[in-house]
C-alpha cells in the first residue's frame, strides 16, 4: 500500500529533519517510511499527523470517487 507520508511532507514544505525530530526520530527514519521501507505504528503516525497539523486518515493512500449511482444502466 502506498501511503502518502512524503507528499503530505512537501505540501508542507518541511525537511525531513523538521518532520521527524517532534517525533524523536532522525531523517533516515523518515525517509525510510516514506519509502515504504519500515511500517510504522499508529501511534506514531497520530505523532507525524500532529506535526503535519493533520489526521492520521491523510496518509492513506486517495481512491478514485466513483459510486454505483455513476454506472449507466
Known amino acids: 500500500m502506498n501511503f502518502r507520508f512524503r507528499e503530505v511532507r512537501k ?9 521527524a525530530l517532534p517525533c ?3 531523517k533516515r527514519w523518515l525517509s525510510d517510511v516514506e519509502l515504504g521501507k519500515i511500517k510504522i505504528s499508529f501511534e506514531l503516525a ?13 496518509f ?5 470517487a466513483s459510486s454505483d449511482c455513476d454506472k449507466k444502466i
Open 60 to 64: 492513506l493512500p486517495q481512491k478514485k
Open 11 to 19: 505540501a508542507l514544505r518541511m525537511t525531513q529533519t523538521e518532520a
Open 24 to 26: 524523536g526520530r532522525d
Open 46 to 58: 497520530v505523532q507525524l499527523a500532529r506535526v503535519y497539523g493533520t489526521t492520521p486518515d491523510t
